[in-house]
């Protein structure tokens, strides 16, 4: 079997090494970081945008009272793949577009540590979300709300595929994201310039350095979760039976022992985003930055001890509510500190505003209301209140949406020009920000008020008498700001890509190595890579007036400049293929075991393949 | 490798204390104690034991460059590991099967609660026939046995039986997963070893990295064979 499959590349004509391919092939076998970040970037706003189709349906749905634009059924389903949707597939991955784009040429390196298991994160998550997706057409999206919770999920009470795709669906966007992590911490630890030490390695690398090792340890307590629900509705097993003795409490311990630090590996990396665009539109450093870095450390650590807060009404008793009362209060703390350095370094700076200084800003101020709300909800008292109402909804989006979206807006216009080579159109961006931001705050703020009126979530509809028809049809309105803003994005991204003008390699004059290379990025990245000797490194080179000169550089592979004789790895289509088995052997699990054990063998074969194949064809050596 | 260790450590701890949290919570039997056989284990605990060591003797003749003790120590981990496996299948198979006779005139303090319920059958029970006790199959009565009248039946521990069968076959199920992982990864290691430059005491990343992941394993097992045999059949734990 093993020796057997040394060859199997070279027997199978039609799998032949893409060695120069080029066109939609070359996408397809692509192990580039820059690429793989870019399919990322585009799938995850496609994501983004199905999302938010889903939530537009649900405003709808809500804009007055009594309405039937959809049933009951339809509306559990779109509030489930909405979260579903907007969390696993849009902010999670949007992010790991940056953390590919951006972590080499943040840390001076030619690529990742495993370049072929990122374009197998790649697929692996695409596989994730079609077979998500997929369930809309095949019987029912899941409906039991983006957790799920047990016995809800139960074969007695949801007969349908629904939370099948869903247990499925999320377990193979775990595989690809705990093996984009694994690479993305390997590559940090390993591949920094030389010079380029802890305490100079840019604030978004250092998030994703913290996102990263959350998630390595986050995901498996999911995955086993997923397990145990999946094999009590395949197998008739008891885990989450009460009839058999079993607790549907367990569930909401593993799913919250994840969740929480989920939702701090959606926000951080919206933070180092933030932390880099701050600086660079205050022409200062980032105020505090070891503070900044040691409070998302501190966060990080912290995420793990107040996952209980999501469970104050289930009754574990005063003790255990009032332990987690006390961490989540204490968890404020490194946030706050954290809006303090923002805000500290733009104190006095020169601001220019341009559109992701906007969004920056933007990101302060809305994240810090979602943030107040949040520790409303620590005081378990208040928060049994407030539990299941709108109020909650408020608070979580106006953390996901108002925090990590808006970070993501502003890292997608501050590095689109590094990204595409061309600017975006700055007053389309401008126009599109304050569409966006008077929008949410439309569409968010008053889910507070309609939820302490005692509006709860997830209804489909609500009575005339009640008295939250004023505030659901504002936010409504709200929504569709929303929807539009996002469509002007679009128009704007897609119009700039073609045709915009081209963007220098420096057009922010920032501060970090990617602003070093030209935009956008050559394949090999840095010619030279560089050595560092500051934080802030290309800033402080501009300043010194080295810039012009050639930086301080080791050679590396066999020549020097112009890329020839740089060693790159080179493309490769078995990532894809084991991403194409895993797919085949999920669906076989949702339907038929026999389809699931062919997968399985896909995949085997594909990681031998793989695992054989050589990092570059020998005579191929000097390809590029 | 290390931050996968750690990963797969949250993934065990979450299955552990699956178990834990159900320990005890079964509403029926059969229970650890009614099912465990310590001195079988603790054979393929030594043997999964002695496989770490072996595989430590596999790297050391790596290094130092003798390839042939460096095979024969590679075979022998893959051996040892299968046999734990095997003993894995024989035991869960034992666990679906399990036959109980129990001696109608015995002093009933002295039976487990299995035994007890076992042991109803005999009142109801006439020579020869076939009996019906709840959670049994196959129960027969016999009036003559060795030590006057005997009932014998046979029950099934599986996943569906109770919370106890549910969170042991998945936890134990998952580390068995584990060990086949790594005899296959082993595996291939041994037949690549024998290509040119395949492995070599230069290039043994690839086996200290198999190496790492089965010493995990090992540990892994150590954990599951305290927490569930050791804490499930001896009282005070």
Redesign the interface.
């Given at each position: 079997?093993?020796?057997e499959s040394?060859d199997i590349h070279i027997k199978f004509p039609l799998l032949k090494r893409p060695l120069h391919p080029t066109g939609i092939w070359g996408w397809m076998t692509t192990i580039d970081h820059k690429r793989i970040g870019i399919l990322y970037g585009v799938t995850a706003f496609i994501m983004f945008l199905t999302g938010g189709v889903e939530a537009l349906l649900i405003r709808t749905q809500l804009i007055g009272p009594d309405k039937d634009y959809v049933s009951a059924e339809v509306f559990n389903q779109l509030f489930t793949m909405h979260g579903t949707t907007m969390i696993f597939l849009a902010i999670m991955p949007l992010s790991a577009a940056f953390f590919n784009f951006l972590i080499p040429l943040q840390i001076g390196a030619r690529d990742v540590a495993f370049p072929r298991l990122n374009a197998f994160s790649y697929w692996t998550f695409l596989a994730g979300a079609i077979i998500l997706n997929l369930s809309w057409f095949l019987g029912g999206a899941p409906n039991t709300g983006w957790f799920s919770y047990a016995p809800l999920t139960s074969s007695v009470f949801n007969p349908g595929n629904g939370p099948d795709f869903w247990i499925i669906g999320l377990q193979v966007l775990g595989i690809a994201s705990?093996a984009a992590?694994?690479n993305f911490?390997?590559t940090i630890i390993n591949m920094r310039a030389p010079g380029m030490t802890w305490t100079r390695l840019p604030l978004f690398t250092w998030m994703t350095f913290i996102t990263a090792?959350l998630l390595?340890?986050?995901?498996?307590?999911i995955?086993?979760?997923l397990?145990?629900l999946m094999?009590d509705r395949a197998?008739?097993?008891?885990?989450f039976n009460v009839a058999?003795?079993?607790?549907p409490v367990?569930w909401q311990h593993?799913f919250w022992?994840f969740g929480h630090p989920e939702v701090y590996i959606l926000i951080l990396p919206a933070m180092g985003i933030v932390s880099e665009v701050l600086p660079t539109f205050s022409r200062k450093p980032l105020f505090g930055y070891s503070t900044v870095v040691l409070a998302g450390a501190i966060i990080g650590f912290m995420g793990w001890m107040v996952w209980s807060h999501h469970m104050f009404t289930v009754g574990l008793g005063p003790i255990a509510n009032s332990v987690f009362a006390l961490t989540t209060m204490a968890i404020a703390i490194p946030t706050g500190i954290k809006i303090f350095n923002w805000i500290a370094t733009i104190w006095k700076g020169s601001i220019s505003f341009k559109t992701p200084m906007l969004y920056a800003i933007g990101f302060i101020a809305l994240f810090t209301i979602g943030g107040i709300s949040g520790v409303m909800h620590s005081m378990a008292s208040s928060d049994a209140q407030q539990q299941d109402t709108y109020f909650i909804i408020a608070h979580i989006h106006y953390v996901l949406f108002g925090g990590a979206m808006m970070g993501i807006f502003a890292g997608m216009y501050y590095w689109f020009p590094k990204i595409t080579g061309r600017m975006y159109d700055e007053k389309m961006g401008q126009l599109q920000f304050w569409l966006m931001f008077v929008g949410q705050n439309l569409a968010f703020f008053p889910m507070h008020f309609s939820g302490l009126w005692g509006m709860p979530r997830r209804i489909y509809t609500y009575g005339p008498d009640m008295g939250w028809t004023l505030m659901n049809t504002l936010s409504t309105a709200g929504a569709y700001l929303v929807g539009i803003a996002a469509l002007i994005f679009v128009v704007n991204m897609v119009k700039s890509w073609r045709k915009g003008e081209l963007a220098s390699q420096d057009p922010w004059d920032a501060r970090t190595l990617e602003w070093s290379i030209p935009s956008p990025p050559p394949e090999y990245n840095f010619e030279e890579i560089p050595i560092v000797q500051d934080r802030d490194d290309w800033w402080e080179r501009k300043r010194s007036g080295k810039a012009k000169t050639a930086p301080a550089a080791v050679p590396v592979g066999g020549g020097s400049g112009g890329g020839h004789g740089i060693h790159l790895p080179q493309p490769s289509f078995w990532p894809m293929v084991v991403s194409i088995g895993l797919f085949i052997g999920a669906m076989g699990l949702i339907y038929n075991i026999a389809v699931a054990a062919i997968g399985g063998a896909i995949a085997l074969i594909a990681i031998?393949a793989w695992s054989f194949e050589p990092v570059n064809e020998p005579d191929e050596e000097s390809g590029h | 490798m290390w931050a996968f260790l750690g990963s797969d450590c949250m993934f065990f701890g979450t299955l552990i204390a699956t178990y834990l949290v159900y320990y005890g919570k079964s509403l029926s039997g059969p229970l650890p104690i009614d099912v465990f056989s310590i001195p079988v284990t603790t054979v393929s605990t030594f043997v999964l034991l002695m496989s770490s060591m072996s595989m430590v003797l596999s790297y050391a003749a790596l290094t130092r460059g003798r390839m042939k003790a460096f095979r024969i120590w590679l075979a022998a981990t893959i051996v040892l590991g299968a046999t734990f496996l095997a003993f894995q299948v024989f035991e869960f198979y034992e666990f679906a099967n399990h036959e109980v006779v129990v001696s109608c005139d015995d002093d009933p303090t002295k039976w487990t609660d299995l035994e007890a319920s076992l042991a109803a059958g005999c009142l109801t029970g006439a020579a020869g026939d076939e009996v019906s006790v709840r959670g049994f199959r196959e129960v027969e009565y016999h009036a003559g046995g060795e030590h006057g009248p005997e009932i014998e039946g046979v029950y099934g521990l599986t996943p569906r039986t109770n919370l106890f069968g549910t969170t042991f076959f998945s936890l134990t199920g998952f580390h068995g997963a584990h060990v086949t992982l790594g005899v296959i990864w082993l595996l291939s290691l041994f037949f690549f070893s024998f290509k040119k430059g395949g492995v070599t005491p230069k290039k043994n990343l690839d086996l200290d990295l198999a190496a790492l992941y089965w010493h995990f394993v090992d540990v892994v097992w150590i954990v599951i064979f305290t927490v569930v045999y050791l804490f499930g059949v001896f009282e005070g734990f």
């Open positions: 079997m093993a020796t040394l705990l992590s694994f911490i390997v090792i390595v340890l986050a995901f498996p307590v995955t086993v979760a397990i145990e094999f197998f008739g097993m008891n885990f058999a003795g079993g607790t367990l593993l022992v031998y | -």
